[in-house]
């Protein structure tokens, strides 16, 4: 069974950072790209970044750009997403999310999700 699992959100004052982790199990980490999406209250889920099984990122959404990082270690069966000079506009919680191919920005072409962790930037 695929299983994905976020870790590290939280409450961050505005400019601060945080980093984001999803532990990935039951599938061979390296045949899946991965990607990061949000969702804020009210709003539709939205794309972040996404890289390959490789190692090759997409190019990330312009409201985070220079701002947030997407990485994986396959050895650990880990993707991470690095967030800094966060804003109140960056609260919504993120997702981790897992596919076969190449990545991509589309939710609906997602195979596996994890179930979140809240992200809260105050101003």
């Known amino acids: 069974q695929v299983q994905l699992r976020e870790s590290g959100g939280g409450l961050v004052q505005a400019g601060g950072s945080l980093t984001l982790s999803c532990t990935v199990s039951?599938?061979?980490?390296?045949?899946?790209?991965m990607g990061w999406f949000r969702q804020a209250p009210g709003k539709e889920r939205e794309f972040v970044c996404a890289?390959?099984?490789?190692?090759?990122?997409?190019p990330i959404a312009d409201a985070v750009k220079g701002r947030f990082t997407i990485s994986r270690d396959n050895y650990r069966g880990t993707l991470s997403l690095s967030m800094t000079n966060l804003t109140p506009e960056d609260t919504a919680v993120y997702y981790c999310?897992?596919?076969?191919?190449?990545?991509?920005?589309?939710?609906?072409?997602?195979?596996?999700w994890g179930q979140g962790t809240q992200v809260t930037v105050s101003a």
């Open positions: 039951g599938v061979g980490i390296r045949s899946v790209a």
């Open positions: 999310a897992a596919k076969y191919g190449g990545p991509s920005s589309s939710t609906v072409v997602y195979n596996y």
């Open positions: 890289i390959s099984g490789s190692g090759g990122t997409m």
